[in-house]
């Protein structure tokens, strides 16, 4: 009953003028950006977070406009996967197998409709899953002392590599390259320089801003420029038809329990840290292919439940997603380790304290999230074909815009030339480090939790007087590391066999990175 | 190869690291284990990561050409005369001239290039500036 009062203060917050109009900006940029292949909702809510802070919105609104994009993207990138064969991001992937089929023989229409409302489904599901188990999951965290804490980040970086990396050393290399980022600056708890070599740029450290912007937004552009990808996505009206739009209602009551199951696999990838909503995606519908279809005889020719389950899925897992981020302040995947960092630049520490220090903030972003749903569905089954005409605008015009509202970003913060080249620097060493199949992620993170992990590792020792058994001494700690330690292990056994299983089913365009 | 490669990159790295964390000055507030030893452990994590590398390289990437690394190369200089030139000449000139020549490049005609910046750099600046209020840089004409 706590959390339902709780949840009704929390619409009285979301219910402004403003944050309903930021709801729904949100929500339809969202789903652009979702639908644009080359923005996804990692760059797209990166590009976003620098232009929140020029304009001083607070954090509720904030975080209110960002998930909301969040969210409009795990909408938005079925379109394109569903007319074009081109996932619009990455967690829509899966959406192309059974979506592009539907298309080519004329249910393009039915197949959008279909999904939105799948995507409703799944978001729907996740977000109440969230406001249960979010408390929930704050009472275990309230027993974390700085010890916990410290093991707990560790767990974070060893399972980001997630179940489907096929080079460990590369996710913990690429954590390492991040957490070494966030040394440097002044320690906060001896006052003296690290790393900073007199340059008086680097005293206050590298803002995480310009990490995130360079590394996801800018090597993106460099990546369309390397290949010359210049066109439009849809290259004329022909094969962008949509057909009738209205719901085949048969059809949709015949995907009811691949919807369950699937709200369930897809919540649970996203809770689970290393598994965002791209893997969402691929479990619910691989699972629902085992149950429905094991011989393979619709699956992948256009089945609607093959549409309905990644759909669910992906929305599931991206709300699954916001429940560690916002309970413990650790995320499991790229977009919320970006949410993180809207958090942590306002001065808001999240993870247990959040729920009752600032209790506006989580309970109006989550029902805010509620309201966006709503919108989002509106948006994208009546007006879908609005998002559909947006794709026949080419990357040529597209990706120097996005370079350009990088740079205006970054300048409207901190005004600084330096600060504009590092962000330049970011998107080379992203491009270089995705050519040699390191992970962001991981470096995003690295450089967002440094400091805080640093920071509790000290305290524990302090406690402790200087003895390392404090980090093993605790049941809680012990089964922390324990989960650590098979969760960066188990990828090593298995996750070269379900790594390609992933790419089997890809489709060869390359597709904006984080999800 | 290009693991191999990263891997030594990744070993030098963390060797300077390390000294760089060796020679962090002591300051009269201490802690039971100072400043030095997590820049140190990151240091270490890094070094075992890079021999992994070393030993066990993954298939190499299809790394661009001569021509489009070039491509990139430029279009990376032009980003950073972008940075320098932006507060002295204002943000319309610079955006303008920045996005056109990205738009060239990526494939647009040259005359739809330069239209296609100025309209980008004029668009930016109404929305971002006139009805958002950000602050972008002003040149010697104001805008």
């Given amino acids: 009953m706590d959390t339902l009062s709780s949840l009704a203060d929390g619409f009285a917050v979301a219910l402004t003028f403003q944050n309903l109009l930021l709801a729904l900006v949100g929500a339809f940029l969202g789903t652009l950006m979702g639908a644009l292949p080359g923005l996804g909702p990692a760059n797209g809510v990166a590009i976003l977070i620098p232009i929140c802070f020029s304009l001083g919105l607070g954090p509720t609104s904030s975080l209110i406009l960002l998930t909301a994009v969040y969210y409009g993207c795990m909408y938005g990138g079925r379109i394109s996967s569903i007319l074009l064969n081109i996932p619009g991001d990455e967690p829509a992937m899966m959406t192309c197998l059974d979506g592009y089929p539907m298309a080519k023989q004329g249910k393009a229409g039915q197949a959008l409709t279909l999904s939105g409302i799948a995507s409703f489904v799944g978001s729907f599901f996740a977000t109440w899953g969230l406001v249960l188990l979010a408390p929930q999951l704050v009472k275990i965290a309230l027993l974390f002392g700085p010890a916990e804490y410290f093991v707990l980040f560790t767990l974070a970086f060893a399972t980001l590599g997630g179940v489907s990396s096929t080079n460990q050393a590369k996710s913990a290399f690429a954590a390492m390259l991040g957490l070494g980022i966030a040394m440097i600056g002044v320690d906060t708890q001896t006052g003296v320089q690290r790393f900073t070599f007199n340059e008086a740029h680097l005293f206050d450290g590298i803002d995480f801003l310009i990490a995130i912007v360079g590394l996801f937004a800018l090597s993106e552009v460099l990546v369309f420029l390397e290949h010359h990808r210049g066109g439009a996505a849809a290259k004329s009206g022909s094969d962008v038809s949509v057909g009738k739009l209205l719901p085949d209602w048969p059809t949709l009551v015949s995907t009811r329990w691949t919807m369950v199951r699937s709200t369930l696999i897809g919540f649970i990838a996203g809770v689970l840290p290393g598994a965002g909503a791209s893997l969402g995606s691929f479990l619910s519908y691989s699972v629902e292919k085992q149950v429905v279809d094991p011989n393979g005889k619709t699956f992948g020719k256009g089945d609607p439940r093959g549409v309905v389950a990644p759909e669910v899925g992906n929305n599931a897992a991206a709300g699954g997603a916001l429940v560690p981020m916002l309970s413990l302040g650790v995320p499991g995947s790229g977009t919320t380790a970006v949410l993180l960092a809207v958090l942590l630049s306002l001065n808001i520490t999240p993870g247990p304290l959040l729920f009752s220090n600032n209790p506006d903030v989580v309970w109006g972003l989550i029902a805010a999230l509620f309201i966006a749903n709503f919108m989002l569905l509106l948006l994208n089954i009546p007006m879908v074909t609005l998002f559909v005409r947006v794709l026949m605008v080419p990357t040529r015009i597209l990706m120097p815009v996005v370079a350009m509202i990088s740079f205006v970003g970054i300048y409207s913060i901190t005004g600084s030339t330096f600060d504009m080249m590092l962000m330049i620097g970011f998107g080379v060493l992203g491009w270089v480090l995705r050519k040699l199949d390191v992970p962001l992620v991981p470096v995003i993170l690295g450089i967002l939790l440094g400091n805080q992990m640093e920071v509790n590792l000290r305290r524990a020792m302090t406690i402790s007087d200087g003895d390392w058994s404090v980090l093993v001494g605790s049941p809680l700690a012990i089964g922390l590391w324990v989960v650590a330690i098979v969760g960066f292990t188990l990828p090593i056994i298995m996750g070269r066999r379900l790594k390609s299983k992933i790419e089997a089913s890809r489709p060869l365009s390359e597709v904006a990175e984080g999800d | ?143």
């Avoid at chain 2, 000139?93 to 296609?116: C, D, E, H, N, Q």
């Fill in chain 2, 1 to 143: 190869m290009s693991d191999r490669i990263l891997g030594g990159f990744g070993l030098a790295l963390a060797a300077f690291y390390i000294w760089a964390a060796t020679i962090i000055p002591d300051s009269f507030m201490s802690d039971a284990i100072g400043p030095r030893t997590f820049p140190i452990i990151i240091g270490i994590v890094t070094i075992i990561c890079s021999i992994v590398f070393i030993l066990k390289p993954d298939v190499d990437p299809h790394w661009p050409n001569l021509s489009q690394l070039a491509e990139l190369g430029l279009a990376v200089a032009v980003m950073f005369a972008y940075a320098r030139f932006l507060p002295e000449v204002g943000f319309i000139i610079a955006t303008s001239i920045a996005t056109a020549y990205l738009t060239w490049r990526l494939g647009s005609r040259p005359l739809s290039s330069v239209v296609i910046g100025i309209s980008t750099a004029i668009g930016i600046h109404v929305v971002f500036k006139l009805i958002l209020g950000l602050s972008l840089a002003q040149g010697p004409f104001g805008f």
